[in-house]
């Protein structure tokens, strides 16, 4: 990978790690606590607070796991590690990269 497509591919990370900031943002407020108020909510319209509660919870998981593997990428960045497949040592393909750019393993090794 040349310098340009690294450079390309550390800004697509930058931008995606900005992203997610920008979602935890707007999910913040769904995984706040569920009032216990019978009178201003039904039954129903509690469990479904409480789904939605969930949803945005797991949301906030999946994100942060998606921020550890970008925080990796350019770790391995600033290591001269990245684009390698961290099983076989070859060169992981550009559009693998660009489609995920926390990728460790190229297609081969990925498919086992």
Known sequence: MNETEQARMRARIVTLL?????DDALGHAGQAVVELDQQAVGRLS???ALQNQAMAKA???RRQVQRQR?????ARMDAGEFGYC????????IGRLEIDPAATRCVSCANG
Not at 18 to 22: H, I
Not at 70 to 74: E, G, I, N, Q, S
Not at 86 to 93: K, N, P, Q, S, W
């Open 86 to 93: 961290e099983d076989c040592g070859e060169d992981i393909a």
């Open 70 to 74: 970008l925080a990796a990428a350019l």
């Open 59 to 61: 949301g906030q998981a």
């Open 18 to 22: 900005t992203e997610l900031d920008s």
């Open 46 to 48: 509690r469990m479904d």
